[in-house]
C-alpha cells in the first residue's frame, strides 16, 4: 500500500479518501474505530498490510470512513452517528459506480458491511465481517482491555500501546501504520471531532444510544429477514476486546436465516487478526470471493 494509491472523490459534499489498486472483481475494505476517537486514529491504513495481496486479484478499494483517516467530518452535529457513516459509505460506493460488489469490514467496520448489505442488496455480492464486536450480541469490552494507555493519548507510544494491547502479537505494528495513525491524529478535523465527541459530550449523549438503537434493529432484521448475499465471519481466536463467543452467537443469528453462512477462525491472532496473519486472511476471502462469483 503506497500513497500514491490514494484518491479523493466529492461524496454529497463530503470529499471522501480511498486507496485504490488492482483489476478484477470489486473489493471494497472499511476499517474500524471512530471519529474523534480518544486512543486511536483507525482509517483504511490499518489494510496496509493485505491491500497489496489482495490487489493482485481484484480491484481493491480501501475507504476512509466518515470522519476518519483523510476523509471530511460530517457536516452537522447531528450526523457524528453511525447512521451517518452507513449512508456515507452508501454514497461513496454509488458516486464511484460500484455495485454490486464485495465487502469487508473490521471491527466497527464489520457492523457497517453489515448493515449495507441487509438494507441496501441491491449494492452487495458478498459480505465478511471480522472481529466485529459492535456487530454482536454481548458487552463491548473495550474500556476495560484498553482503558489505561500512556498519556499523552493518540501519540506514537500510546497508540502502539493500543495496537499491542488488541493483539496476540505485535509483530504487525508497522512503522509506516503508525506514522498513518500519528499524521491522521494531528489533523485540525480529528481535534475537532474529539472536541465534539469527547468535551463536548455527543459520544455519550448521541453516538452510543444511537448506536444501541440501530443494533437493535439490526439484530431484530437479522432474525426475522435475514441476510440476502453470502456472508462469511472471520475471527482472531485470542482477541482480548470482541471474544470468540460473540463471534459464534452474531453467526448463529446470521446462520439463523442464511444456511450457506461461513465462520472462520484464525489461531493466534488479536483483534486485527488480518494484519496479524495477512497471507492467511487474504486466502479466506479470496475463496470465499470466488465461490461468489457464479451466478
Known sequence: MQKSDRKLINTNGVNTNYYKKGM??????????????????????????????????????AIDKLGQGYTDNPKKNADYCMEAV???????????????????????????????????????????IVDSNTSSPGVELNDVVLGNPPEPRLSRES?????????????????????????????????????KMEVEGLRLKQFRPGLAADKSRMFAKLRDFGLERPTQIIWGKNDPTASLDQGWALWGLIASQLATAQFHIINRAGHFCYREHPKAFNELVHGFVESCQSP
Open 86 to 128: 452507513v449512508r456515507h459509505a452508501v454514497n461513496t460506493l454509488r458516486a464511484l459506480n460500484l455495485g454490486p460488489v464485495n465487502l469487508v469490514g473490521h471491527s466497527r467496520g464489520g457492523y457497517l458491511v453489515c448493515r449495507l448489505t441487509l438494507e441496501y442488496p441491491e449494492l452487495v455480492k458478498s459480505c465478511t
Open 159 to 195: 497508540q502502539r500501546w493500543i495496537f499491542e494491547h488488541y493483539s496476540y502479537s505485535s509483530h504487525h505494528i508497522t512503522d509506516d501504520w503508525l506514522d498513518i495513525v500519528c499524521e491522521v491524529a494531528e489533523l485540525p478535523k480529528y481535534k475537532e471531532a474529539w472536541q
Open 24 to 61: 478484477g472483481p470489486p473489493l471494497i475494505l472499511f476499517h474500524g474505530g471512530a471519529f474523534g476517537h480518544p486512543t486511536a486514529a483507525d482509517c483504511a491504513w490499518d489494510w496496509s498490510t493485505n491491500f497489496d495481496g489482495l490487489s493482485e486479484r481484484y480491484q481493491v478499494f
